[in-house]
């Protein structure tokens, strides 16, 4: 009984110790609940609200304990809203008090600068481990913040304002194993003693203004497993021991000044997954073997020259390769990896056949093979029906001949296939119709014969559909008017006639009919082309008058229809509609337009008025065949000839870019030939006109015209527009169109950029491309959005805020890489002159702000709420506006009602898994954080950044 007694006391004894033990230390306590009261009193976001358990501090949001309770190790008050405001009321002095301490994350804030006591106190008396101060808005020297933390182990002070270069201090933090400094404005080189940094494992320099030589010093930091100096501007050679780093895992130095050649020793790091060097100098040869131990090789946009290594595709761990836009020669090699994913070749000067990398089992699970763009002879391999998973097939401007293979119509995976400018003949193949999710087709300028296949009516998520310059004859296939999604048909070039009685009732960018023998009226069927922008049916037979409905398309802004035989009187078009007829030898011009407030009260008077205008345009076209006969103009038959038209004047011009390859290749008057061709219209949007532009060396670039409305376009204020841009120009970010090059008209602006051919994202998200976004697209493509955004209302030089941000301005370079587009726009459109709708400049109806009915303002915070419905169209799959409701409305309200976000997500994606369904969901709450109705409540884009990422984990 006694034994049982003193069991008894025992226990309760130790339950007691071990109560006692589990309570935070009362210092610490009081420190927290100090803490706590400072943050909601002097914060609009603190993750502490009054229902917190003031006894627990270990429970908060952002706290962590030793596993007994007793010490606090680590504190994150990350997206607390924390300002130098609240710096003043001392919060560092408080976090200074919690002396085991070794973890602090203060990133996502709004901090300017990092108060003096933290560095003095914390510094000096805590053993901090972890410190993070990422995504605030910190300035000055980097000099000013090493003064403390000499335990430190892990440093994160990207996206910041910091200036200057890397001091020489940052060497005797001996302990720290990652340093990142990326996305700052640091603009001096890296310390030459950086080697002392023994344990360093991954060193983060991107996106900065870096200069000088990559140390040779850093080949000494044995520990070293990620090396990232990519986007800034480094000269030199890459150290020529880089090979004795043999941890690296990734090397990245894209979008610098490198030159020199590729070392041999990166050959020899058995750990290396990702080498990319794109963008740079580098000449010479790629060394044999490079490819040994990669998963990811990027090497494109340089002057590499030779032979590619005959091993190079062939290595097993090998993913992607990207060897585009060099000097390459001779042959592709004929082994490849059956892993290899992404293939691009395009141009170099590489000739030979395509070879066919097939054998057995180990045919290559390629997604994307661009080869165009060099000297390739031969056929298109048949055996190309193997490659199940190929999405994208480029092999356009070569010396293909033979057929197009009907093997192509059993790779239903296929979303874009590009054979243009080769010398293919036969007939289309009508197993291409079977290609279900088709999005873009390009067979032109061939030597195609035969038909158009009904068959092609099939493809009802094709967009682009471009045949034009062959030999193709028949009629348009009737079934064509169904294809809904078409917005660009093609046809100019061809033998095609017969009659025209349907056509595709939502094309938008263009309808080319030029240069074949369609005769009789002008269809009536174009008169459903409501949206339709640019109408080409010059150098053909089309008889009869100019059908008046022409007048009435809404959109129209290109009308060619010279080289015809029409007659009558032309009727009068909007002026903002450019209409060409000449070639017409029977057409009569419309008379002058009356002054304005012109009013004749006299029957008489009138008759005597339109008789004599009735003889002066008589006089007039007499006049004009006159001068058409005497100078021998005659139809133009040439198939390339028939597509130009003339150019804008330009008033000024300037190349921005400083990459040589750009500077190398970009052509401004090659660029401006292609300005009011049918034929070169890309994209339109609602303030912008996209064409593409081939330079001499086969590279493409985008030509945007900044289309003006309502006034809104700065008319005569040519030296403002210039430094706006020449400001732009100097930005970097890979998520941001940057132009490369401008050129000035009267009353117009032309910008020049890198050519994308995806798309925008709305037309892939909610077009053809669609269902192949899977998650992990569609959470790429939201981090890089918001990774732009939040660069540009950073800017150094101030915020660049966007007029127009939707899904339809983010351009794609994959479906992985996005880019913000119409960034000049705020520069050169006058918001104050327009007289248009309230979406004319807030932006995008679904996409405007609520705030700006009241306030006509364009501001960081709406763009952050147009910003959120991007992402809610990303997580939802629906448009901005759908079924007559925002989109923003509708999820604000489904979200409210308890168990919806099952209903609010797309079931296509978010039923792949729990762990896809989770990270959704939590995105989703940032989209709702954006699309708050109070602007002041909003996140920044910083913040929001960091909560998209934070979201992956």
């Known amino acids: 009984m006694r034994s049982s007694s003193s069991c008894y006391i025992l226990l309760i004894s130790l339950i007691i110790l071990h109560y006692v033990s589990c309570q935070l230390q009362p210092s610490q306590l009081t420190t927290m609940n100090n ?33 007994n309770g007793s010490s606090i190790i680590n504190l994150s008050l990350s997206s607390f809203s924390l300002s130098d405001v609240v710096n003043d009321s001392s919060w560092s002095s408080l976090v200074c008090q919690i002396e085991t301490l070794r973890s602090l994350d203060l990133s996502n804030n709004n901090l300017a ?76 080189s890296i310390p030459t003693g950086i080697d002392q940094l023994s344990n360093l494992q991954q060193l983060i320099l991107s996106f900065n203004n870096l200069i000088g030589e990559i140390p040779p010093s850093i080949s000494n930091i044995t ?34 000044h490198l030159t020199g050649e590729i070392p041999n020793s990166i050959t020899r790091i058995t750990t290396l997954k990702r080498f990319s060097a794109n963008q740079n100098k580098f000449t010479g040869v790629i060394p044999q073997g490079i490819t040994r131990y990669l998963s990811n090789l990027d090497l494109s946009y340089n002057n590499l020259n030779g032979l590619i290594p005959s091993d190079l595709l062939s290595q097993p761990n090998l993913l992607t390769v990207d060897l585009s836009f060099n000097s390459l020669e001779g042959y592709i090699p004929v082994n490849a990896s059956k892993n290899l994913f992404r293939l691009r070749l395009g141009s170099n000067r590489l000739r030979g056949e395509i070879p066919v990398w097939s054998s057995g089992n180990d045919t290559p699970s390629l997604a994307y093979l661009e080869l165009g763009y060099n000297d390739l002879t031969g056929l298109i391999p ?35 296939v590009q054979l243009d400018h080769n010398h293919l003949s036969g007939e289309i193949p009508s197993e291409i119709g079977g290609l279900e999710i088709l999005v873009k087709l390009n067979m032109s300028w061939n030597l195609l014969s035969g038909s158009i296949p009904p068959s092609l009516s099939r493809l009802k998520m094709l967009t682009n559909l471009d045949l034009q310059v062959n030999n193709l004859s028949g009629q348009i296939p009737d079934s064509f008017g169904s294809m809904d999604k078409l917005l660009e048909l093609q046809l100019g070039g061809n033998k095609l006639g017969g009659v025209i009685w349907s056509l595709p009732t939502k094309l938008q960018i263009a309808l080319n009919l ?49 080289n ?96 040589v390859i750009h500077r190398t290749n970009l052509d401004l008057a090659k660029a ?40 809104m376009f700065q008319l005569g204020s040519h030296d403002l527009i210039e430094q706006e841009l020449e400001v732009i120009g100097r930005l970097r970010n890979s998520s941001v169109m940057i132009p490369l090059a401008y050129a000035l008209t ?28 899977d998650w992990t697209n569609r959470n790429s493509i939201a981090i890089g959005v918001a990774n732009g955004l939040a660069f540009l209302h950073g800017c150094p030089l101030g915020p660049v805020i966007l007029l127009d941000l939707s899904s339809k301005a983010v351009m794609l370079k994959s479906l992985n890489e996005p880019q913000i587009g119409d960034i000049e726009l705020a520069k050169v459109i006058d918001p104050s002159k327009s007289t248009g709708n309230l979406s004319d400049v807030a932006g995008s109806v679904g996409y405007v702000p609520p705030e700006y009915a009241y306030t006509m303002r364009v501001t960081k915070a709406g763009n952050v709420y147009s910003f959120g419905v991007i992402l809610l169209e990303l997580l939802t799959g629906k448009t901005a506006v759908s079924e007559g409701s925002e989109l923003a409305k509708w999820v604000s309200t489904k979200s409210k009602e308890k168990h919806k976000f099952d209903q609010i997500l797309d079931s296509t994606v978010s039923q792949t898994s729990q762990a896809i369904r989770d990270q959704m969901s939590a995105v989703l709450k940032v989209a709702l954080a954006c699309v708050n109705v109070s602007p002041e409540a909003r996140p920044n884009m910083r913040s929001v950044l960091r909560m998209l990422l934070n979201a992956r984990n």
């Open 514 to 562: 030029s240069s074949n023998s369609f005769e009789g009226p002008i269809p009536e069927s174009l008169n459903r082309l409501t949206s339709l922008e640019v109408l080409d049916l010059s150098n053909n037979r089309f008889s009869g008058g100019i059908p008046s409905f022409l007048t009435q398309m809404p959109s129209l802004s290109q009308l060619l229809l010279s």
């Open 746 to 773: 009267v009353d117009s602006a032309y910008l020049l950029y890198e050519f994308t051919d995806k798309g925008t994202l709305f037309d892939v998200l909610h077009g053809s491309l669609g269902n192949c976004l």
């Open 672 to 711: 401006m030939e292609c300005v009011g061709q049918a034929s070169s219209i890309v994209l339109k949007t609602r303030f912008s006109t996209y064409y593409k532009a081939v330079m001499p060396s086969g590279m493409s670039y985008f030509v945007k015209k900044v289309n003006w409305s309502d006034k």
């Open 223 to 256: 520990s070293l497993k990620q090396f990232a100096a990519n986007y800034n501007r480094f000269t030199g050679q890459i150290p020529n021991d880089i090979g004795q780093l043999i941890g690296l895992e990734q090397l990245l130095l894209s979008a610098n």
């Open 382 to 416: 048949p055996e190309l029906r193997l490659y199940k998973n190929l999405s994208l097939l480029d092999l356009s401007h070569n010396n293909l001949t033979g057929s197009v293979p009907q093997e192509l119509g059993y790779l239903n995976r296929l979303q874009g």
């Open 564 to 659: 015809n035989l029409l007659t009558g009187l032309v009727p009068r078009f909007n002026p903002n509609v450019n209409v060409s007829y000449g070639g017409n030898t029977n057409l009569l011009l419309p008379p002058p337009n009356p002054p304005a407030g012109w009013k004749s009260k006299n029957p008489v008077s009138v008759g005597i008025v339109v008789a004599s205008t009735a003889a002066v345009v008589v006089l007039m076209v007499v006049t004009v065949v006159a001068v058409i006969v005497s100078r021998k103009i005659h139809r133009v038959n040439d198939n390339e000839e028939s597509y130009h038209s003339s150019q804008p004047e330009v008033v000024k011009s300037r190349l921005l870019t400083l990459n």
């Open 35 to 67: 803490l706590h009261k400072l943050l909601q009193t002097n914060t609009n976001n603190s993750k502490w609200n009054s229902s917190q358990d003031l006894s627990n501090p270990c429970s908060w949001t952002g706290v962590a304990c030793t596993p």
């Open 113 to 188: 600068s990092i108060p003096p006591l933290l560095l003095s106190s914390c510094g000096d008396s805590l053993e901090v481990l972890n410190l993070n101060f990422s995504s605030n808005g910190l300035t000055g020297l980097l000099t000013s913040f090493l003064s403390g933390f000499r335990s430190l182990q892990v440093l994160d002070l990207s996206h910041n304002f910091f200036e200057g270069g890397i001091p020489e201090r940052i060497t005797e933090y001996r302990n720290i194993s990652l340093l990142d400094l990326s996305y700052n404005r640091l603009n001096g």
